[in-house]
């Protein structure tokens, strides 16, 4: 199994910004394409943002593009996500994902990871 630990989730007001965590052990992060999702309550697990191995290359779902950034530290494998101007619309739990695999690939399906972190919540609320 490889760990994924996610952090940084809590409630917030619409408006405001946060920054998740996801905290890797046991691989090497730079061999593995990486992935946020996210799943609000009665509703499927759906994808907010994904990185490639090297995270040159990111994809974001269209709900939060402008607002959320995906990056990548190598040094201290760990994965971001910062989330900017929140919306109601954001409140769920959010889950970091991992695939192993090179290139420029990015991955915005759940069957396409191998491996979830537990999840964080994040509440946006007023």
């Known amino acids: 199994q490889v760990p994924l630990v996610e952090s940084g989730g809590g409630l917030v007001q619409p408006g405001d910004s946060l920054k998740l965590s996801c905290t890797t052990s046991g691989f090497i992060l730079s061999l593995y394409a990486m992935g946020w999702f996210r799943q609000a309550p009665g509703k499927e697990r759906e994808f907010v943002a994904a990185a490639s191995w090297d995270g040159e290359h990111t994809k974001y779902a269209e709900s939060v593009m402008a607002r959320f950034t995906i990056s990548k530290n190598h040094t201290k494998n760990e994965v971001y996500l910062q989330m900017d101007s929140l919306e109601p619309g954001d409140t769920g739990v959010y889950y970091c994902?991992?695939?192993?695999?090179?290139?420029?690939?990015?991955?915005?399906?759940?069957?396409?990871?191998?491996?979830w972190g537990p999840g964080t919540q994040v509440p946006v609320s007023s």
């Open positions: 994902a991992a695939r192993y695999g090179h290139g420029e690939s990015v991955y915005d399906r759940t069957s396409e990871y191998d491996f």
